[in-house]
């Protein structure tokens, strides 16, 4: 791979690194002196994005001399995207997200034994994918701006934009921390950089409740700092602005069950009428109707009305390998990952008339494959007699963290969760068709779906869950809203009668397993359990010696 713009760029003076361990250098980077070596891999920008960052050619900067300036904040925030670009960073946000959902299974290509033993639901502690060194080294550049950033003297560094580069990392570090306690539940809460050796470095796990206390602390001080928008669509899009700390705090209050929360933050990007996209004087939100194709400008053009955040990938500067990877390219458009039977076989989840189902997966009947086209494709054209045409993209993908119609079924589930009136379930429905009924073009609005048939919280919660699968299939969402799901119910019951259905072997082991709730989160890895005595591993995952 060919990125000519990064440069390996250190800001701390190293000397006689001994007996460094993987938890060290994966999470802390604790050296046995007070300058510690951080190796930050950066970029002349981010994709698309060329002239944001321009790092100084000079090849070792001490710490005494870094952090004078603008600039050099500027550079170690970008830093915290760039590590968002990184393979290990992207393979995690697809697998946690997905792998062990009722999406996927395994497709035509290699993939690795710890990948392939995830799709089997026989997880132990030594599986390369439970490891979560570059979420944490996300964590660590963003305590390092955190830290020194208020410090810096410069006439040109405000406190405004001060404030608006905190509110950025705080952002990025309160979304690392998210994942992290969806994926681990328990985990190592760190808001300090490492900078001394003298700072303890073995730090147990905080509960999760108190992790996602300091997310919304962090989000909520986040929000009145944001940016509402920068100077281009790929800035707005690809940095972090209010709409994105909103959406951000939405999901954490969906997780947390704080329902009325949830609702206000979604309204407060739905009801959005600041942000304008100036070169085509629309307001920023708007749904994409059918007959402008909605695949097309969300997926493969990046950088839609509808787009909140979303991670900006580039030829030039970082492809999104991982797409390629699992996903497809234009030259191999056979991914390592496959949709599961049970979603192209039949019409369970996608009815005759939904094109997300075209739009989604590509079916190769002859071999038994049905490959993932979203985000690996660029453009579906259907003639006369209902045959498509896929083309891929010729560019690399941008990764989508949030968007519109995410966040409309994020106020959808929310209004179920309350039912104080029949209003709630109206409300809800009514969400729910707005995307349906666009996603079903040969549909009449009369056919949409009836109160009268959803009239429960139950029958509603079903029918949203069912939406978000369809709408959001393949972007890292679905093992998290099956999680949520089983979370409130107090069991895995719901989770197992959709997931089991695409294990065609060990489905009495697999369902023995996953009845446990705790079967449900990561272990920790261990090498960091070796590393990190204080550490407490996940009790389904305990061997008999701990």
């Not at 713009?5 to 993987?22: A, E, P, R, V, Y």
């Not at 997931?499 to 023995?512: C, F, P, R």
Request: aromatic share 12%.
């Amino acid at each position: 791979m060919n990125i000519s713009n990064i440069q390996t760029f250190k800001l701390f003076k190293q000397s006689n690194i001994s007996n460094i361990h993987t938890f060290q250098i994966d999470f802390l980077m604790k050296t046995h002196i007070f300058k510690i070596t951080l190796l930050l891999t950066l970029l002349a920008g981010l994709s698309a994005c060329s002239d944001w960052l321009t790092i100084k050619p000079d090849g070792k900067v001490v710490l005494d001399d870094y952090w004078k300036n603008e600039a050099d904040v500027e550079a170690v925030v970008a830093a915290c995207y760039r590590g968002m670009l990184e393979d290990e960073f992207m393979k995690r946000v697809i697998v946690w997200g997905e792998l062990r959902s009722d999406n996927i299974i395994g497709g035509n290509g290699s993939i690795s034994d710890a990948e392939n033993k995830m799709l089997q639901a026989s997880i132990i502690p030594t599986n390369d994918m439970c490891r979560w060194g570059s979420f944490y080294t996300i964590i660590n550049y963003c305590n390092y701006v955190l830290y020194y950033a208020p410090n810096v003297i410069d006439p040109n560094f405000t406190e405004t934009k001060l404030h608006a580069k905190e509110a950025e990392v705080l952002t990025l570090r309160a979304l690392c921390y998210f994942y992290l306690v969806r994926t681990y539940k328990d985990v190592p809460l760190i808001i300090d950089p490492s900078i001394s050796d003298i700072q303890n470095y073995k730090v147990p796990q905080s509960a999760e409740s108190q992790v996602l206390d300091k997310i919304e602390k962090d989000l909520l001080k986040a929000e009145s700092w944001a940016m509402l928008a920068y100077g281009s669509v790929q800035y707005t899009k690809g940095r972090i602005t209010k709409n994105a700390v909103r959406a951000l705090l939405a999901d954490v209050y969906l997780w947390k069950g704080n329902y009325s929360k949830c609702i206000e933050y979604c309204d407060k990007i739905i009801d959005d009428k600041m942000l304008i996209m100036k070169s085509e004087n629309k307001t920023n939100f708007l749904l994409i109707q059918n007959d402008d194709n909605p695949f097309t400008q969300i997926f493969g053009l990046k950088n839609s009305e509808e787009s909140i955040f979303e991670l900006q990938f580039s030829e030039s500067n970082k492809v999104n390998q991982k797409v390629y990877d699992y996903y497809g390219t234009a030259y191999n458009n056979i991914g390592q990952l496959s949709a599961t039977t049970s979603i192209t076989s039949t019409y369970t989840v996608y009815p005759k008339t939904d094109v997300r189902r075209k739009d989604n997966i590509k079916d190769f009947p002859s071999q038994g494959l049905f490959n993932i086209f979203k985000y690996a494709g660029q453009y579906r054209s259907e003639n006369s007699l209902g045959n498509s045409t896929y083309t891929y993209r010729s560019t690399t993908a941008n990764w989508i963290f949030y968007r519109l119609t995410d966040i409309m079924l994020m106020k959808a589930e929310a209004l179920v969760q309350l039912n104080r009136t029949t209003a709630d379930l109206t409300d809800a429905l009514h969400i729910v068709n707005t995307i349906f009924i666009r996603s079903n073009p040969t549909m009449m609005l009369a056919d949409s779906f009836k109160i009268d048939t959803y009239s429960s919280k139950q029958a509603m919660e079903e029918l949203v869950l069912l939406e978000r699968q369809r709408e959001l299939m393949f972007e890292g969402k679905r093992w998290f809203d099956l999680l949520r799901m089983a979370r409130r119910d107090g069991n895995s019951s719901r989770l197992l009668a959709r997931v089991l259905g695409k294990y065609t072997d060990n489905q009495t082991t697999i369902k023995s397993k996953m009845t446990d709730m705790n079967s449900l989160y990561l272990p920790i890895h261990q090498d960091e359990m070796d590393a990190n005595t204080n550490l407490v591993q996940n009790p389904f995952y305990l061997t008999e010696s701990e």
